[in-house]
């Protein structure tokens, strides 16, 4: 799971440059997921070495990836296509991290799960977090369940 | 060559982007159609006979993109039309299945739009130089 938490680190690194010009940054130890909703994002990973994926995006975040991505400005956006970008982006980093992976594993479609409140009330230890414009990315790998 | 193009991706953002970016690449483009999975695909080209090329995305609900390649290489009316396939997958063993599958080419998740459009004017069999000087052309009028 470590190795496997390492090459996530810089495969979402380089998809959120290349696909979304955010340049992502560490953020303090001591940093606590501040008010809001993140939108979450599961995508399930079957086969040789199955996994789940779990990834918590700041509704700021989701709205900036957008407007990166389609080279449109917020009033041309709704919710629709901030969801479909932010499954695209986990569909992504999925992909190409099973490209770092020399097996038979297979990948899942992306699923919108829905808005959280408290990031706090994740109780997992595999997880990364990132400063995205002053906001949390959290991005948590699971056993399937 | 004239373009008429169907993008399959159940994804409507990388519908949108895979749009913009054939519209703004300067190729000739006729039409682009539009559908979110392989079924939606296969309805569409019953009255889209013109269709020259079809991109699609592997990883979708309901059809995915192997088994719609599949369906166009069983029918006699799409075997001939050339698949780009689109895909998140670098590994061998995935790209060398859609290849099999009748694939013509493949790009991979994320990509430039000018590597994207080199793809699709290689697929088409139009020189990319050619198609510049067209555009250069085209532009001093």
């Known amino acids: 799971m470590k ?3 390492l090459k996530l680190s810089k495969v979402i ?3 959120f440059t290349d696909m979304f010009f955010l340049f992502l940054q560490e953020p303090a130890a001591d940093m606590k997921p501040g008010e809001g909703l993140w939108q979450r994002v599961d995508i399930a990973v079957s086969g040789e070495e199955p996994f789940q994926l779990h990834c918590y995006f700041a509704d700021s975040t989701a709205q900036l990836m957008a407007e990166n991505y389609l080279g449109l400005n917020s009033e041309e956006l709704n919710m629709e296509m901030v969801q479909d970008i932010i499954k695209e982006a986990v569909n992504v980093i999925t992909g190409n991290l099973l490209n770092q992976m ?7 479609i992306p699923q919108y799960w829905g808005a959280v409140d408290k990031l706090d009330s994740i109780e997992k230890e595999n ?3 990132y400063l995205v414009e002053e906001e949390l990315l959290r991005v948590v790998l699971s056993d399937p369940e | 060559m004239s373009a008429n193009i169907l993008i399959v991706d159940d994804s409507k953002a990388a519908l949108f982007m895979f749009e913009k970016i054939i519209q703004l690449s300067g190729i000739d483009l006729t039409a682009i159609r539009k559908a979110g999975n392989g079924f939606e695909a296969l309805k569409i080209l019953e009255t889209f006979s013109e269709c020259n090329l079809i991109l699609t995305d592997l990883n979708m609900p309901k059809m995915d993109g192997i088994q719609l390649l599949k369906s166009l290489k069983a029918r006699p009316s799409t075997r001939e039309i050339p698949v780009i396939v689109i895909t998140t997958e670098g590994r061998d063993s995935f790209l060398q299945q859609a ?8 790009i991979q ?3 430039r739009p000018e590597e994207i459009k080199a793809i699709i004017l290689k697929t088409l069999g139009v020189n990319e130089d050619e198609n510049k000087i067209i555009e250069a052309f085209e532009s001093d009028f």
Do not use: C, H
């Open chain 2, 109 to 111: 998740k994320p990509s």
């Open chain 1, 3 to 5: 190795t496997r938490l």
């Open chain 1, 13 to 15: 690194s380089d998809v």
């Open chain 1, 127 to 129: 997880f990364i977090d």
């Open chain 2, 99 to 106: 290849m099999e599958a009748g694939a013509s080419a493949s």
């Open chain 1, 102 to 108: 020399n097996n038979d594993s297979v990948l899942g």
